[in-house]
């Protein structure tokens, strides 16, 4: 992906706010497009491939544009889409995300916390106050508004 963002296709697409876009640059690494959806979030519906309809409509999980820098491993890479800044449900596209906001988990899946994948790799359900810890220790030294995220 880093690669594929340095050119000016990249850029235009990252830059979109489509999450299918980018979750589509790494059908290669996935199997199926049906590990993008979480069971929970009912309204949306699983995608049987990457071509034919793929849409935000299959994708439960946002993607951050700035977890591809190896310097900050701890960094949220993705997770459930169903977050609320400052008590309010984030909207489809780029959310801008400074560390001194409240974020927090919508009730609408797991009860009230989240799924998160970290840039290294690991995996974990967490709470909404683990959430905004984790994002305040991730950026601990980094550039200010280092959490671009793309929601579908």
């Not at 190896?70 to 977050?83: I, K, V």
């Amino acid at each position: 992906m880093q690669f594929y963002a340095t050119n000016i296709f990249g850029i235009k697409l990252m830059n979109s706010g489509n999450a299918w876009y980018l979750w589509r640059m790494l059908s290669n690494e996935l199997n199926t497009p049906k590990v993008l959806h979480c069971p929970d979030d009912t309204p949306k519906i699983a995608a049987t491939n990457f071509t034919v309809g793929f849409s935000d409509a299959n994708i439960s999980y946002f993607l951050n544009l700035d977890a591809l820098n190896e310097t900050y491993p701890q960094m949220l890479l993705d997770g459930d889409d169903n977050l609320a800044v400052n008590g309010v449900r984030v909207k489809p596209g780029i959310l801008n995300l400074p560390t001194t906001n409240s974020l927090a988990w919508t009730k609408e899946r797991h009860r009230g916390s989240g799924n998160i994948g970290m840039a290294d790799g690991s995996v974990m359900q967490v709470t909404s106050d683990t959430l905004n810890s984790l994002v305040i220790a991730a950026t601990n030294g980094a550039p200010a508004n280092m959490y671009r995220l793309v929601i579908p």
